[in-house]
């Protein structure tokens, strides 16, 4: 527990919140500042008539009455403390009033992404009502102590794949499984990922997920949209979506040839859409062709392990399509997320192109930030199969503390688990393709720990920049601040009390999903959440969970969001294309014959990729000798006539062939 120091004299005339990282025990005031005590400073300017009648007059008398007793005792015993309420800033806009639980936080170190500070906070109706010190709250209500913690947002994690079907499987956890294990960790709101399968309806598959998600969710839920194939159709669909159903970030696969994987002028021409429409485009960046041609190649060899996967997926795949990707996005002027960044090349192409002014965010995940892909080549095959996702763990031991580098500097934004649970028995219809396997990993319950273990508690970042890469940048970047990603009047009652000191060892035993085998197994982890609250409930408290099945709300993000489309608008600004004037030109032009005359495409499809073992004897009246179809020379345009001089055998009387 770390000790609480009285405030010195000298910090009243310095600045009125604590330093960043301070260890002072309140919000220190500067007096005539932004945030003074003035009488009716704070009070509403706008006359209500309604507050005249006899009705309103009668409830104001019984709510003074009700605290009356209650201010008293805080001026007999409160040593003439000082009240300081931090007003938020923004009006909270009405996503439907939810009843929660009536609390006082109360010790605890308020940490946001740009200030910490100590003070209470105080919730009702699932929204966080006043933050100082010697609050006005009723009497009665529930008290939680936060003293040597830390009170934060509660996290976002802008990657999950709760309900995503793979080859027809769906994943075991769902979203009751997956929500819970989100709670557990600290996790308050997720964005799940839309499979939208090609020719399937984006508008119908919106719908079927947030019906399912309103039934089983537990915390608060977005969504992004999968676009498993683009075309001019969905354009309608797509300015339904973002004008009136509150999705504002639509996913691109570049790889999963012949199934979702989308070509550069597809994505050229998406991208485009999306940035009128105001939305945040994202990528799977993969080269689907080679990894295609490279899993042809394994198979040729007998390989069909899980290690094929990782084989067929080396790191030059990632960072070529991320390279490529960027070039896409910025003709287009379109700003980009690449999700499920997995290599130090693919992190530093991102990190460059960041440096170059590019409108561009990566996101490293809980995998990739926890542990390399070593295990791939596990005698078990179980084990080795858990890792199976795309892209794969790199193989480069030094990868996770290279990226976590990366997170703390700002190159990499934000942090997501990618979460795909699929059990052992489903991985295990791919035992003998590796192909087959389906692809996806745990990480949402131990997402946030492992950034505090790794990145924190090892000095390379700090405090507020944790809850900035766990929470405030995801939230700033789809739309969803300061509802939530900050602890501010207003804001949602998703709160954390985050102990810092406290360790956990993973255990798919002890683990609140419902998979057999955890990635991240035996690892220890500094930093774990000691109490949850969500929508002002508290969910998680001295080790126990209490959830409720589709308590969780959809969050509408609305489109242009300001982190993201102030720089694209003054880019549209400056590069718009201008045209040189001047004169036409009356000099001379050389004649061109134009020789053009349709030719046959040259036939692209391959042979077999591996040679075909013959048996039995071999069947003379067959020959491989053959005029029909292609030749070789089809692309030679042919003469109309062609005369004979002097033919082998001697001169002839035929003079032209036709």
């Not at 192409?349 to 791939?376: C, F, H, Q, W």
């Not at 982890?525 to 308590?551: A, H, M, Q, W």
């Amino acid at each position: 527990m770390s000790e609480r120091r009285c405030c010195s004299p000298e910090d009243d005339c310095s600045s009125l919140l604590s330093r960043l990282g301070s260890d002072s025990p309140r919000p220190r005031m500067k007096y005539g500042g932004m945030f003074s005590s003035v009488e009716g400073a704070f009070e509403n300017k706008t006359l209500n008539f309604e507050s005249f009648s006899p009705q309103a007059e009668r409830r104001r008398a019984a709510r003074s009455q009700n605290y009356s007793n209650h201010r008293r005792g805080g001026e007999a015993g409160g040593a003439g403390g000082q009240t300081v309420v931090f007003p938020s800033g923004h009006t909270r806009e009405n996503y439907g009033k939810r009843e929660g639980d009536r609390l006082i936080i109360k010790g605890g170190k308020i940490v946001n992404d740009d200030q910490s500070f100590y003070a209470d906070v105080y919730v009702e109706d699932g929204t966080i009502k006043q933050i100082g010190e010697n609050l006005i709250v009723p009497p009665n209500i529930k008290t939680v102590e936060a003293y040597g913690q830390l009170v934060i947002p509660g996290g976002v994690d802008a990657n999950t794949n709760l309900i995503a079907p793979q080859r027809g499987l769906h994943p075991t956890d769902g979203f009751y499984h997956g929500t819970r294990a989100a709670l557990s960790g600290g996790t308050t709101t997720i964005l799940d990922h839309v499979l939208v399968e090609p020719g399937a309806s984006l508008l119908s598959a919106f719908d079927q997920w947030k019906e399912t998600a309103e039934q089983m969710a537990c915390c608060d839920f977005s969504f992004h949209l999968d676009i498993g194939r683009w075309h001019e159709g969905l354009y309608e669909e797509l300015e339904t979506l973002v004008k009136d159903r509150g999705v504002n970030s639509f996913l691109f696969f570049m790889t999963y040839k012949d199934r979702y994987q989308s070509s550069d002028s597809q994505l050229y021409e998406a991208f485009g859409v999306l940035r009128d429409l105001g939305a945040i485009a994202q990528v799977h960046a993969e080269n689907g062709d080679i990894i295609d041609e490279e899993q042809k190649k394994l198979h040729c060899l007998g390989i069909t392990g899980p290690e094929g996967h990782v084989l067929s997926h080396p790191e030059e795949v990632e960072t070529e399509a991320v390279y490529r990707a960027l070039t896409i996005a910025k003709q287009a002027n379109c700003p980009l997320y690449v999700t499920k960044v997995m290599s130090k090349s693919a992190a530093d192409v991102i990190a460059k192109a960041r440096k170059k002014g590019m409108v561009v965010y990566g996101e490293p995940i809980t995998a990739s930030l926890a542990t390399d892909g070593s295990n791939y080549w596990s005698k078990d095959w179980a084990t080795a199969a858990a890792l199976v996702m795309s892209p794969p763990l790199n193989l480069d031991p030094s990868t996770p503390q290279y990226l976590v580098s990366l997170l703390a500097c700002g190159d990499l934004q934000v942090t997501s688990s990618a979460h795909a649970g699929f059990s052992m028995a489903q991985k295990a219809v791919g035992k003998d393709d590796f192909t087959l396997i389906p692809e996806g990993t745990n990480g949402i319950e131990e997402r946030m720990s492992v950034v505090w273990d790794r990145a924190v508690a090892t000095g390379k970042m700090d405090e507020n920049e944790f809850v900035a890469v766990t929470s405030t940048n995801a939230a700033k970047l789809f739309n969803m601040y300061p509802r939530k990603g900050r602890i501010s009047v207003g804001s949602d009652a998703d709160i954390v009390i985050w102990n810092p000191k406290e360790t956990q060892t993973v255990s798919a035993k002890t683990h609140k999903l419902t998979l057999e085998v955890n990635i991240l197994e035996g690892l220890e982890f500094r930093g774990v959440p000691s109490v949850v609250i969500s929508s002002g409930r508290v969910v998680l408290e001295d080790g126990k969970l209490n959830v409720t099945e589709g308590s969780g709300r959809f969050v509408p993000r609305k489109a242009f969001p300001d982190t993201v489309y102030k720089r694209i608008k003054a880019r549209s600004k400056m590069a718009e294309a201008r045209g040189v004037p001047r004169g036409n030109y009356d000099g001379p032009v050389h004649d061109v014959i134009s020789m053009t005359k349709s030719v046959p495409p040259t036939p692209t499809t391959r042979g077999p990729p591996c040679p075909k073992t013959l048996t039995g004897p071999r069947n003379l009246h067959q020959s491989g000798f053959t005029l029909a179809g292609a030749q070789i020379d089809d692309h030679i345009p042919r003469r109309s006539t062609q005369r004979i001089v002097a033919p082998p055998g001697g001169r002839s009387n035929i003079t032209s062939l036709s």
